[in-house]
């Protein structure tokens, strides 16, 4: 194993574990992931942090995707101390390996910003719910503020190779509804105490269009 791939695996899921544990972005996580209910998916769930939040008397099964070995561990981990059976399986958000309209709502957080394609990501979440089914989403992403958008470009190009591939310029609200969601905001804004190129954050909810 290179240095890059070691990095990649062992140094990156303890960097985001970290980092994604903010006390800002739990809050927000504590006003997203509590709304899932039914047969919940969550794409992204290496590190296993949503797990805490949700509400098991709502959620009557839980499944999860992750690229990454050591996020799996912490996730599977998670499921452990919550003491619910949970399907975690290794995967891509671009070829989710569940059956179409299988679930009832999908949980995504800080994904979008990693994943290699967001459009076919997005297209996959549709494909695996249910007609009517929601997305409860929260992302950082492209700020609203030109200057910031000008820092975010410059520093994309390192952060990426820093962050597990973490873009800092990606749209989050309007690739969501481009893929044949109706959205309702629950929140947007520079997240407290983190640098604003990196803490424009936007979460809602999402349905399922057409
Ligand atoms: C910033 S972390 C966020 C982890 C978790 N979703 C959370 O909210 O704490 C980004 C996550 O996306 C995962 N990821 C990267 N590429 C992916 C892909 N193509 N499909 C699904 N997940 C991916 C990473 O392994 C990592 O766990």
Redesign the pocket.
């Known amino acids: 194993m290179g240095f890059a791939n070691w990095y990649d695996e062992h140094v990156v899921p303890r960097i985001?574990k970290c980092a994604?544990s903010s006390p800002a972005i739990m809050k927000i996580r504590q006003q997203v992931v509590p709304l899932a209910s039914g047969k919940v998916f969550e794409?992204?769930?290496?590190?296993g942090?949503?797990q805490q939040f949700y509400d098991p008397a709502k959620v009557s099964a839980y499944s999860g995707?992750?690229?990454?070995g050591k996020?799996l561990d912490y996730a599977r981990d998670a499921a452990v101390a919550k003491g619910w059976q949970a399907d975690i399986r290794q995967g891509?958000?671009?070829a989710i390996p569940f059956d179409d309209a299988s679930f009832d709502c999908v949980v995504c957080?800080?994904?979008l910003?990693?994943?290699?394609s967001q459009a076919q990501?997005v297209s996959e979440l549709r494909r695996i719910l249910k007609p009517g089914g929601r997305l409860l989403f929260a992302e950082h992403g492209s700020a609203p503020d030109a200057d910031v958008r000008k820092w975010q470009g410059r520093i994309e190009p390192i952060w990426k190779r820093l962050a597990?591939?973490?873009h800092l310029t990606r749209p989050i609200s309007s690739v969501i509804a481009q893929g044949g969601f109706t959205l309702t905001p629950l929140g947007a804004r520079y997240a407290p105490k983190t640098p604003r190129w990196a803490g424009w954050m936007e979460w809602g909810e999402a349905v399922k269009a057409g």
């Open positions: 985001i994604c794409i992204g769930c290496g590190g942090i949503n995707i992750d690229p990454s996020g891509y958000g671009e957080t800080y994904t910003c990693s994943v290699e990501t597990g591939g973490c």
